[in-house]
């Protein structure tokens, strides 16, 4: 069997045997690999988990070991979302609590909040978290009228929920013009507080700033439906009829089509895009092939994961 380059910097290999290392400044290169790159991951916990014969640990278990391969190779993340005990960007936290990167790169991690909740931001988190993490508040679209902005607005249905909606898509905007490639695992498909479920709106902007995407399908949600779209299956969440099967979210949809009818929902438009691009589209965006880009898709194992999107960076930003 061909042995395989070791690109995950853990191991003390001399890079003798390689092809592609064979110099000193060659390993550090390689170990500064994502050096001012900021990596964005959009993950959320999924209906289907448990089917899958997985739980919330495994699923957190990928996402800790990838954002920690990305900080070791001098990467920065970037993540969008609330503040709430045991979530997830409480997880990146307490990654950054014990893990140390090297001091190139100070900035390790980017928590990108939507109005209202970064009122939920603490100064007491602020000041404990300061020199780990770089909190980016954005502030609601130009054309949304707030009353007061230092007043929490609960996400209920009709106008609330038309502002929330805006509020999240201009984080996820601002997030994605920052980043320079993106990490897609799970995503819930109901009980989402956005124009669409976030990890679904993020591929979307990722899509169209054409950023390296990286899709790990073995945990299911929003990123395996992505990918049976790519094999032309017919899923779920690409039915408009089946997703806005409630009142609340019908009403939403009237609102963007009276107030933003530049930009509506429109599950049947993402769909054709996934389409377009097909397995050679994403290829084309991340460095792997066709075919290592289907095992991401598959693979349950951490190890290999780790290894595909490494090497996807690798060959995009080497």
């Given at each position: 069997?061909?042995?395989?380059?070791?690109?995950s910097n853990r191991s003390d290999d001399s890079g003798s045997k390689n092809d592609i290392v064979l110099k000193n400044q060659d390993r550090l290169a390689r170990r500064f690999l994502l050096k001012d790159k900021r990596i964005g991951i959009s993950i959320s916990?999924?209906?289907?988990?448990?089917?899958?014969?997985?739980?919330?640990?495994?699923?957190?278990?990928?996402?800790?070991?990838?954002?920690?391969?990305?900080?070791?190779?001098?990467?920065?993340?970037?993540y969008g979302g609330d503040l709430r005990n045991g979530g997830f960007t409480e997880l990146f936290f307490d990654l950054l609590n014990y893990y140390n990167i090297p001091e190139s790169n100070e900035e390790r991690f980017y928590s990108y909040l939507a109005w209202?909740?970064?009122?939920?931001?603490?100064?007491?988190?602020?000041?404990?978290?300061?020199?780990?993490?770089?909190?980016?508040?954005?502030?609601?679209?130009?054309?949304?009228?707030?009353?007061?902005?230092?007043?929490?607005?609960?996400?209920?249905?009709?106008?609330?929920?038309?502002?929330?909606?805006?509020?999240?898509?201009?984080?996820?905007?601002?997030?994605?013009?920052?980043?320079?490639?993106?990490?897609?695992?799970?995503?819930?498909?109901?009980?989402?507080?956005?124009?669409?479920?976030?990890?679904?709106?993020?591929?979307?902007?990722?899509?169209?700033?054409?950023?390296?995407?990286?899709?790990?399908?073995?945990?299911?949600?929003?990123?395996?439906?992505?990918?049976?779209?790519?094999?032309?299956?017919?899923?779920?969440?690409?039915?408009?009829?089946?997703?806005?099967?409630?009142?609340?979210?019908?009403?939403?949809?009237?609102?963007?089509?009276?107030?933003?009818?530049?930009?509506?929902?429109?599950?049947?438009?993402?769909?054709?895009?996934?389409?377009?691009?097909?397995?050679?589209?994403?290829?084309?965006?991340?460095?792997?092939?066709?075919?290592?880009?289907?095992?991401?898709?598959?693979?349950?194992?951490?190890?290999?994961?780790?290894?595909?999107?490494?090497?996807?960076?690798?060959?995009?930003?080497?």
């Amino acid at each position: 069997m061909k042995e395989q380059i070791n690109i995950s910097n853990r191991s003390d290999d001399s890079g003798s045997k390689n092809d592609i290392v064979l110099k000193n400044q060659d390993r550090l290169a390689r170990r500064f690999l994502l050096k001012d790159k900021r990596i964005g991951i959009s993950i959320s916990e999924c209906e289907d988990l448990e089917e899958l014969g997985f739980d919330i640990n495994h699923l957190r278990d990928a996402m800790i070991e990838t954002a920690k391969y990305v900080l070791s190779l001098g990467g920065s993340l970037a993540y969008g979302g609330d503040l709430r005990n045991g979530g997830f960007t409480e997880l990146f936290f307490d990654l950054l609590n014990y893990y140390n990167i090297p001091e190139s790169n100070e900035e390790r991690f980017y928590s990108y909040l939507a109005w209202p909740l970064s009122l939920n931001l603490t100064k007491k988190q602020r000041a404990e978290l300061a020199s780990k993490v770089t909190f980016i508040p954005v502030d609601p679209p130009a054309d949304i009228e707030i009353k007061d902005l230092n007043e929490f607005l609960p996400p209920s249905k009709g106008k609330n929920q038309y502002i929330w909606t805006r509020c999240l898509t201009e984080m996820r905007d601002k997030m994605n013009l920052s980043c320079d490639a993106r990490i897609f695992i799970g995503g819930k498909t109901s009980g989402f507080k956005g124009k669409y479920p976030g990890v679904l709106e993020e591929f979307v902007l990722s899509l169209k700033k054409k950023q390296p995407i990286f899709l790990i399908g073995a945990f299911g949600g929003v990123t395996m439906q992505i990918i049976e779209s790519l094999e032309n299956r017919e899923t779920s969440i690409f039915n408009q009829d089946y997703m806005a099967d409630n009142e609340d979210y019908q009403e939403l949809i009237t609102l963007f089509e009276q107030n933003f009818s530049e930009n509506t929902v429109s599950y049947s438009k993402i769909k054709e895009e996934i389409n377009n691009l097909g397995w050679d589209g994403i290829s084309s965006l991340n460095g792997l092939t066709v075919s290592q880009n289907k095992r991401l898709a598959t693979t349950p194992h951490i190890s290999e994961i780790i290894y595909l999107i490494l090497l996807g960076l690798t060959q995009k930003f080497s």
